[in-house]
């Protein structure tokens, strides 16, 4: 089971930890005079996404040994009009670099990643449409969808 602590510190600041007590400042809305300092709770579930996909793809190349030097994961994310204001559309791109990286072994863990084993992204893919491309070594070799947004029984999503 997760676990985890929200604090409110003051303002619009606040801090997050996990049942390890490894801590994350956060911000809501900046009241008038502040400015933003931290990412919002939205902008680390975004986050959230980038990284669980990135984990899995590193992690799926060093099981094929495949010589990763650099990964990068660009996100972007479109929200609904109407609170609660969810993602309806999220677009990754995924840039990879290694000297001698198979193509198509990196296809390979980054649809993984999407399709089977990124918790984040299948949370996700129930309200909102994910995209993805794949970039290795300056080159786009491949584009993708992953996480199909699920009616409700109310025909929305």
């Known amino acids: 089971m997760k676990?985890?602590?929200?604090?409110?510190k003051e303002g619009s600041h606040?801090?997050?930890?996990?049942?390890?007590?490894?801590?994350?400042?956060?911000q809501g809305p900046p009241r008038e005079g502040e400015r933003r300092v931290?990412?919002?709770?939205?902008?680390?579930?975004?986050l959230g996404l980038g990284g669980?996909?990135?984990?899995?793809?590193?992690?799926?190349l060093h099981k094929m040994r495949q010589p990763l030097g650099a990964l990068t994961v660009d996100l972007e994310a479109e929200e609904s009009a109407e609170h609660p204001k969810v993602f309806t559309r999220v677009r990754l791109v995924y840039r990879l670099e290694g000297h001698g990286l198979d193509p198509e072994r990196a296809v390979r863990a980054v649809t993984l990643s999407q399709q089977k084993y990124c918790g984040v992204s299948a949370m996700?893919?129930?309200?909102?449409?994910?995209?993805?491309?794949?970039?290795v070594n300056g080159q786009r070799v491949h584009e993708g969808t992953a996480g199909v947004a699920v009616p409700t029984a109310?025909?929305?999503?």
Do not use: M, Q
């Open 3 to 8: 676990r985890g602590t929200v604090r409110w």
């Open 14 to 26: 606040y801090v997050g930890a996990n049942d390890l007590g490894l801590e994350v400042p956060f």
């Open 38 to 46: 931290a990412p919002s709770p939205k902008d680390l579930v975004l």
């Open 52 to 60: 669980c996909t990135a984990v899995d793809v590193v992690e799926i």
């Open 124 to 135: 996700i893919g129930r309200t909102a449409a994910i995209h993805y491309a794949v970039e």
């Open 154 to 157: 109310d025909g929305g999503v």
